[in-house]
Every structure is written in C-alpha cells, then in structure tokens.
C-alpha cells in the first residue's frame, strides 16, 4: 500500500521464464526450479509514511496448488 515498483527488472534468475507486474503483486514463473532456497528481489520505491503489514511471499505449482510453500508476513515501517 505504500510503495510502487521502483523500476522493472529486465534480467532472470536461471530457470525463469517470465515475470508479471501486477497492481498488487509480482508473479514470477519457473520452467523448473529445483529444492533450496531462493532469493527474488523487487525494487519498491515507498510513497507514503506509515506501517505496513506485508503478506506472506508464496510459491508453488502451477497446476497443483496445494503444494504450496509460504514465508512469514513482514511489518515494515517506511519514513520519507
């Protein structure tokens, strides 16, 4: 709620196929993606001051979604 893309990332991460930016959320899809641990960066450019709760990342299978795997939600504190 108080940021905005700061600028659209252009590169991949190996293995990725395609990246969506949507008003709310990025989607970032894999062809594969083998078992680890994964680090997907978005730029955000804050807006407003305040707190914000920030909603669980959560990755799974497109066409199986109940295997799922979610992170922890955030509180972040943004000063202009």
Do not use: H
Request: one cysteine or more; a positive charge.
């Amino acid at each position: 709620a108080g940021c905005s893309y700061a600028k659209k990332w252009s590169g991949t991460i190996p293995g990725e196929t395609f990246r969506e930016y949507k008003y709310d959320r990025v989607i970032v899809y894999f062809e594969k993606l083998p078992q680890g641990k994964y680090t997907i960066d978005v730029p955000l450019q804050n807006r407003f001051e305040g707190e914000f709760n920030i909603p669980p990342s959560r990755a799974a299978m497109m066409y199986y979604t109940e295997a799922a795997g979610y992170e922890k939600a955030k509180k972040y504190v943004l000063v202009q």
